[in-house]
């Protein structure tokens, strides 16, 4: 199998000369700076989302801590109830079993039903202690915080409402207001206040989580066009000043083939087949560095690049299926093996027919699998060759599983590529 190669000329830069490494390869054909550094970013991508998720939890555990501390200060250093005690302890082991169980569960974090049943307890402390003005009210308020952090605006004022109507159901169900005026207003106030507060929370927290996920995106953003405007700059080089240079050093060498005798002519055919050899990689290297999607999906330039080599070639090419949205450098590389495999299967698999497979896994990942039906390869498959070593090296850049041997059956060749899921593994 051998490499496919592009002699378009690159887009110059954009301005952005020094922004982030790129993608070259070493002579082993393994990934060389941008393959580190996309190593980093997908260990780096799954520690963010751990910490996106953490971020709000630790919010939860040290409002919690302190709400709880607030409500058995109070219940110690003023007697609320006949059973103070019990409350207190009631409350230190709910306490501390719901920050166990949501520590320990994502899933548990996210979902509804846990959050309705955190705010009931909460509430059921509330009614407990005989008063709306509870020792307990700021300790429910922090049943907020997950929710609020986890659904839109809308939905998260939602759940704040609901709250707030809950809370009054409990005002009405503890003390009744008294006759007195003055007091019966302070109350209504002080009640209008316990109604309205958890609103603020909830918008507050709904809001500073929807503005922290734009800064994200916007950052993300700015680094893939920082990293594209490099990628630019660096193919550009590549093809105007380093491959001119060796195309230079190609043709004096041409030129001194036919004067000098056998033994010399040897050394010289070698340094001009090593020229040719080092014109394709750069070739190969250039068309790397192009902005390989520009945002589209893989699926869609999966589509175009098999109707480009079907009309070149004499297979018929069947594309099927459809991949999960991926992030930009999973695409990118993605793509790239799946389209050498194409170009391989093409050029070198004698084939009638080309299937390719895209599907979507359930934890969120992908696979692509290219199967001909041509004159097939060993298994294992050679470790040699330009091509296999850069779609390996791409593979392991992403966290993917490559698999290339014989198609089932025996006739043909099967690429299958196991995308890893967004925080997991393929």
Request: aromatic share 4%; charged share 20%; glycine share 8%.
């Amino acid at each position: 199998m051998s490499r496919s190669s592009s002699t378009a000329r690159p887009s110059p830069p954009d301005g952005l000369s020094h922004a982030a490494p790129v993608l070259l390869r070493t002579p082993s054909g393994s990934p060389g700076t941008l393959g580190a550094m996309g190593d980093r970013r997908r260990r780096w991508g799954s520690t963010r989302e751990t910490v996106r998720a953490d971020r709000w939890f630790a919010l939860l555990t040290m409002t919690r801590v302190l709400g709880t501390a607030v409500a058995v200060l109070l219940l110690v250093s003023h007697r609320v109830t006949r059973h103070d005690v019990p409350l207190a302890a009631l409350t230190l082991v709910w306490s501390g079993v719901t920050l166990v169980a949501f520590g320990r569960s994502e899933r548990l974090r996210a979902a509804p039903a846990a959050w309705a049943v955190d705010l009931l307890a909460a509430l059921a402390l509330v009614l407990a202690s005989g008063d709306w003005r509870s020792p307990f009210y700021i300790y429910a308020l922090t049943t907020l915080v997950l929710p609020a952090t986890a659904l839109g605006a809308r939905a998260a004022m939602a759940w704040g409402t609901a709250f707030s109507v809950l809370y009054a159901v409990v005002a009405m169900l503890t003390r009744q207001v008294p006759s007195d005026t003055l007091a019966n207003t302070i109350r209504l106030e002080t009640l209008a206040t316990h109604l309205f507060v958890p609103l603020l929370v909830t918008l507050a927290l709904a809001y500073s989580s929807g503005l922290l996920a734009r800064l994200r995106t916007a950052r993300a953003e700015s680094e893939r066009l920082a990293l594209e405007a490099e990628r630019r700059r660096i193919a550009w080089e590549l093809h105007d000043s380093a491959k001119q240079r060796v195309h230079a050093a190609h043709l004096m060498l041409s030129a001194l083939e036919h004067r000098v005798g056998d033994p010399e002519r040897e050394l010289v055919d070698g340094a001009l087949a090593e020229l040719r050899g080092a014109t394709a990689d750069m070739e190969t290297s250039v068309a790397e560095l192009r902005i390989p999607l520009d945002g589209r999906p893989v699926d869609e330039l999966l589509r175009r690049r098999a109707a480009e080599l079907e009309l070149a070639g004499d297979a018929r090419i069947e594309v099927h299926g459809t991949l999960p949205p991926l992030p930009p450098l999973v695409a990118a590389h993605t793509y790239r093996i799946a389209a050498e495999a194409l170009t391989n299967a093409v050029r070198h698999a004698s084939c009638g027919t080309i299937h390719v497979e895209l599907s979507t896994a359930p934890g969120g990942g992908g696979a692509v699998v290219v199967a001909d039906d041509g004159v097939g390869i060993p298994d294992p498959p050679p470790a040699g060759g330009h091509g296999l070593r850069s779609m390996r090296g791409r593979a392991e850049t992403i966290g993917a599983r490559l698999h290339i041997g014989p198609a089932p059956g025996g006739h043909g060749t099967r690429v299958a590529l196991a995308l890893p899921t967004p925080g997991g593994s393929p």
